[in-house]
């Protein structure tokens, strides 16, 4: 049973309960779905955090803004061809410092997923996050980037106006970025998409989080020409929370509650707010080039050969 | 005597009714010999395909090459020596089918992995070249390519050379999974360092660069050369007909349209290929 079909049950227990007045079957009903979450919630496959880390309830990005940094500014356009709803850039306070904040945001209602274009960014979006990317380190401001996208949106325009290239340049630009660069993966992370964000000093990532080359479903489609095989896909492509971490790619997991970051998402800004604080703390003691070089070795020790 | 005429003709006629008509065999043309160019169909041999440099005579197409080709083609005779030519991938998370995988493509090849990395010398001027090579599981680039080219571009970092890299890839090797998206982070920070001690470099961008490679070292060229007909972009067209769902043009993500777009700097043709490269290196002050 997947995860997916233990919520199914638990919305239908939960109805039920909503409909009867006696208050013995209603505790019955709590308990059965106390137990219920625990289970589900303690044997979470692979596939399970896929479903979750997309999961239309899950906070997103604008979520997380509005949480951690209520005076946040946004600032719009890649000053080149237009602005791109799908990932937003602005300025804000973080515990009486000014810091940038570039994130992938989805949208939680079909309206609202139409402007934010599904969170899948056009070139015009990384090349506003490489501007004001450029901006923080005239200023010396950290930078928080947040990563949620499941890829970069491969449609005809964004081709023409060279969805590669601005991808690239984010890579080349964030490599060596002079400022403090926080990464947080808070939903789906998808291919070179993601990656454009993802460059800095400090990737923490959210437990049900996923982090991958691709889609399970497009990854299925490419190795066994099967879109119905992404659940075995996501088995085998090491793209838990988990999985990065002894990979070495991600650097701190953040714990979600039971079932996921939307139960008890006050607790979990909790700890991402002071994991966050205390990484930028600590990095902005680092002398700038040790930093820098620390940032290069990073990414420079990923790969296995012989 | 009209008469005569046309019992004879209906004699004849009735003569090659009867006559088993002879079946048209060609003539059996070995292989190794000949090969038609997969764009216009004409029959060329081998020995032109070599001595043009494996671009059609008739429609100027210009085929798919191997790395070792590239790098005799770029490169003067006898003076490229490869860096970390023995590096092999190891299947480190036991992706099943990946070993047979590479083990095909090792012995059809004979290379190591998809990309072979060195340093020579283009008409006199050293400097350090990568070429990929498609037949070497679409040249995808894992851990070892990433590698690969990482120590190449650090080595050209650090001897102050300039670097050329002719791309040819489908993007990231899917089997390594994250490990392989990673390597375009990790050459995107070489190719920093590299340009930040005010060094050249120069992409070669052949049929086909997408995906991974296109969207880090390929678009990264300080000037981007682009071989005719060769297929640019990030998105496979199949992918981005789904989305949009429309049916793209032919030219679409080709270099030309490429080059319209303003991605490219110049198109150059094999056979210029060379002198172009060296006449590049010059005017970027390289001895």
């Known amino acids: 049973m997947d995860y997916k079909d233990y919520e199914n049950l638990i919305n239908k227990l939960l109805e039920q309960k909503s409909k009867t007045n006696d208050e013995k079957e209603k505790e019955a009903i709590d308990n059965e779905v106390k137990r219920m979450m625990m289970f589900a919630g303690e044997n979470l496959t692979a596939w399970d955090r896929v479903y979750i880390a997309r999961h239309k309830d899950r906070p997103k990005a604008y979520d997380y803004i509005k949480k951690l940094f209520p005076d946040f500014i946004e600032l719009h356009g890649d000053r080149y061809f237009g602005d791109d709803n799908a990932i937003v850039t602005g ?117 049900n989080a996923i982090y991958s080359i691709l889609s ?20 085998r492509m090491k793209l838990t929370s988990f999985d990065l971490k002894n990979l070495g790619i991600v650097d701190e997991i953040i714990k979600e509650p039971l079932g996921g970051a939307q139960y008890d998402f006050e607790d979990l800004i909790k700890r991402l707010d002071r994991s966050i604080y205390n990484s930028i703390s600590e990095l902005e003691k680092v002398r700038m080039n040790t930093l820098i070089n620390r940032r290069y070795e990073k990414y420079r020790k990923i790969g296995a050969y012989e | 005597m009209q008469d005569l005429f046309n019992k004879r003709k209906a004699k004849i006629d009735s003569f090659n009714k009867s006559r088993k008509k002879k079946e048209f065999v ?47 083609q770029i490169c003067d005779r006898d003076t490229y020596y490869e860096i970390d030519a023995k590096v092999t991938t190891v299947n480190e ?16 090849t004979g290379l190591s992995e998809a990309v072979v990395c060195g340093v020579g010398r283009i008409n006199g001027i050293k400097a350090v070249v990568c070429a990929m090579d498609s037949n070497f599981m679409m040249g995808s680039m894992g851990g070892v390519v990433g590698e690969k080219i990482t120590k190449s571009i650090e080595y050209a970092t650090s001897r102050r ?86 049916t793209l043009p032919p030219q679409f993500q080709r270099s030309e349209f490429m080059l319209e777009k303003g991605f490219i700097d110049l198109i150059v043709e094999r056979r210029d290929l060379k ?13």
């Open chain 1, 91 to 207: 300025l804000a306070t973080f515990h009486d410092m000014p810091v940038t904040i570039i994130a992938q945001a989805k949208g939680k209602t079909t309206e609202e997923n139409i402007i934010r274009n599904f969170g899948m960014a056009n070139p015009e979006g990384y090349r506003k996050a490489i501007r004001i990317a450029k901006q923080a380190e005239k200023f010396n401001r950290p930078i928080i980037t947040f990563v949620d996208t499941s890829g970069a949106y491969p449609g005809k325009g964004a081709e023409e106006r060279g969805q590669a290239e601005a991808i690239a340049e984010c890579l080349f630009e964030f490599s060596t970025l002079k400022t403090v660069v926080i990464c947080v993966v808070i939903g789906e992370g998808g291919s070179g998409g993601a990656l454009a964000l993802s460059i800095g000093d400090k990737i923490i990532m959210l437990e």
């Open chain 1, 216 to 235: 399970p479903e497009g990854f299925a489609s490419i190795l066994w020409k099967d879109e119905t095989r992404a659940k075995e896909a996501s088995e």
């Open chain 2, 26 to 72: 060609p003539k059996e043309i070995p292989e190794y010999m000949f090969r038609n160019c997969p764009h216009c169909n004409f029959s060329i041999s081998y020995r032109e395909w070599i001595d043009e440099l494996y671009v059609c005579s008739r429609c100027g197409y210009h085929l798919r090459i191997s790395a070792n080709e590239r790098i005799r």
């Open chain 2, 93 to 108: 998370h036991d992706f099943e089918g990946y070993d047979e995988k590479l083990d095909i493509a090792q012995r059809s």
């Open chain 2, 161 to 246: 050379l300039p670097i050329i890299i002719a791309t040819a890839s489908g993007g990231a090797r899917m089997q390594e999974g994250i490990i392989s998206l990673m390597q375009m982070a990790k050459t995107s920070a070489a190719l920093k360092r590299h340009s930040d001690k005010g060094l050249l470099y120069m992409t070669l961008i052949t049929d086909p660069t997408t995906g991974g490679v296109s969207a880090s070292y390929a678009m990264l060229g300080d000037i981007i050369i682009a071989e005719p007909n060769a297929l640019i972009g990030f998105a496979g067209k199949r992918v981005i007909e789904k989305t949009v769902n429309e």
């Open chain 2, 275 to 287: 002198s172009t490269i060296t006449k590049l290196l010059i005017l970027h002050g390289v001895k």
